[in-house]
């Protein structure tokens, strides 16, 4: 089967760790049943330098016919005076392609635990995924008004938008230890009244799994004090942005998360967490794995690739557990001899 994987390098760091990305698929795709397509594509700064547009109209027809896509990272400080921006780009890109659920997993290597604001012992085996609902709630519910003296937005959900956010929650979880806690404010929010009711609905659809239910603030301190009690955390669009912002610290670096964002039928988006990291772009010392986890999630969920995803994962913790870290976890290996590392890991014999 030949499936084609649409390339957004992007800006700053995207296009040093897209291309640690693309050298660890090439040492993988052997093991794979899919053959794959590259195809590259200007987009976010990249997009307005070289083709006009932060989403120029044949990057946003080449997503559009992918099986999937791959995004480094974008933004940057020489593109954020202008008109269109690199972060206009990817809000019309998520919107087009109706990227509804947003999936973050975040576990530590044992390699890493020193690094992480929480204590080893607390932090040492968290393997959770944050699957936020990216479409719908407060930020985009109406009528909304702002006036001098009294404000209010609307935290509006449709039950079949909810229904489908759960869905995907149940399917990663059965790929996993099969637990899913569904978030919400069910005590006081008409919102999470319903998103409760439907959750019992749809957990019926998958006996093989266990629901259950957290307020949103009991589960913000959970997730601090006893980060592993955590599988799948399924919640609607505000609180999956705070959760995932908290969640994301706990590894100590940004640069070794992942993340995937689906549709209902199209292709799903995968992309590191962190932004384009200005700072250190141009250097050769961003870690990549970031990126290297991205390919794994789509190879696992856009493709049914376990095997090979499984192969990256592992080959990446113990490059870890080797003492190759790049600067950013302490130490001193560049983009390039983190991702070597992996590629002879994966191709040992
Ligand atoms: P955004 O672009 O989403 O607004 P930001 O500009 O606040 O985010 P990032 O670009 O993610 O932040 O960078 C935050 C910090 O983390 C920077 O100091 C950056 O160098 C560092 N960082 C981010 N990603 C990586 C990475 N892959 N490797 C090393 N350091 C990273
Ligand atoms: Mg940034």
């Known amino acids: 089967m030949n499936s084609k994987i649409v390339i957004l390098a992007g800006d700053g760091i995207g296009p040093e760790i897209m291309d ?46 992918a099986d999937a896509i791959l995004l480094g990272a974008i933004g940057g400080p020489k ?38 604001p929480l204590k080893p012992e ?22 909304r008004e702002l006036g001098e003296t009294m404000a209010f937005d609307t935290a509006r959900y449709q ?11 149940f399917t990663i979880a059965q790929g996993r230890s099969k637990k899913v806690t569904s978030v919400d404010k069910a005590n006081v929010l008409a919102s999470s009244k319903l998103w409760r009711a439907t959750a019992e609905e749809v957990a019926k659809d998958y006996p093989d799994c266990q629901l259950e239910h957290q307020y949103v603030d009991s589960a913000a301190m959970k997730l601090i004090q006893n980060p592993k009690a955590f599988d799948v955390i399924v919640t609607e669009n505000l609180f999956g942005d705070i959760l995932s912002d908290e969640a994301s610290v706990l590894p100590g670096s ?14 799903s988006l995968y992309e ?4 384009s990291a200005p700072d250190i772009a141009g250097k050769g010392i961003a870690n990549p794995i970031s990126m290297i986890l991205s390919v794994a999630m789509m190879l696992r969920q856009s493709f ?6 499984a192969a990256i994962e592992a080959a990446c913790d113990t490059v870890l557990k080797q003492g190759v870290f790049t600067s950013d976890l302490g130490g001193q ?11 002879k890991e994966l191709t040992k014999k």
């Open 20 to 65: 640690s990305g693309l050298t660890v698929l090439a040492a993988i795709k052997a093991q794979c049943s899919h053959e794959f397509t590259i195809e590259k594509q200007p987009f976010g700064g990249a997009g307005i330098d070289d083709a006009g547009a932060s989403l120029p109209e044949a990057t946003l027809a080449a997503c559009q016919t």
């Open 122 to 143: 607390i932090i040492e085996g968290t393997d959770l995924i944050i699957v936020r609902e990216l479409s719908s709630g407060i930020y985009f519910g109406e009528p």
């Open 333 to 343: 290996a560049s983009t390039t001899e983190f991702t070597d590392a992996v590629v």
């Open 304 to 309: 049914q690739e376990e095997a090979a995803a």
């Open 254 to 267: 940004l640069g070794v998360l992942p993340s995937a964002s689906h549709s209902s039928d199209g292709p």
């Open 159 to 169: 039950k079949s938008e909810i229904k489908r956010i759960l869905h995907a929650a």
């Open 272 to 275: 590191p967490i962190h932004g």
């Open 79 to 116: 593109w954020e005076k202008m008109t269109d921006t690199p972060e206009k780009g990817l809000l019309a890109l998520r919107k087009a392609l109706n990227l509804f659920a947003n999936i973050r997993p975040v576990s530590v290597s044992s390699a890493l635990l020193h690094l992480s």
